[in-house]
């Protein structure tokens, strides 16, 4: 099992205890633009958290992830430099 560590969550310091990814699906949203550019972004899990005696009002256990943004543009050639 992976060492706990401490997360800030605003006021409060919280142990946590780290959880591997096994598995990931991960999908571009796709939003068309007026101007014909298509942005296609997603969401990229990089690390999960497991806070440790905390839990939700259903009683699942509360999950801190860090993450990035991935972002593709396809811009039209009239919007592109030159």
């Known amino acids: ?15 946590a205890t780290p959880v591997d990814i096994n598995q990931a699906s991960e999908y ?3 939003y068309f633009l007026e101007d014909g550019t298509v942005l296609k972004m997603k969401l990229v899990a990089t690390k999960v958290f497991r806070l440790d005696d905390r839990y939700d009002q259903d009683g699942n256990p509360v999950y801190f992830v860090q993450s990035t943004n991935v972002l593709s543009v396809d811009a039209p050639s ?5």
């Open 28 to 30: 571009f949203n796709q």
């Open 1 to 15: 099992m992976a060492e706990k560590i401490k997360i800030n969550l605003g006021s409060e310091m919280v142990e």
């Open 78 to 82: 009239q919007l592109k430099k030159k």
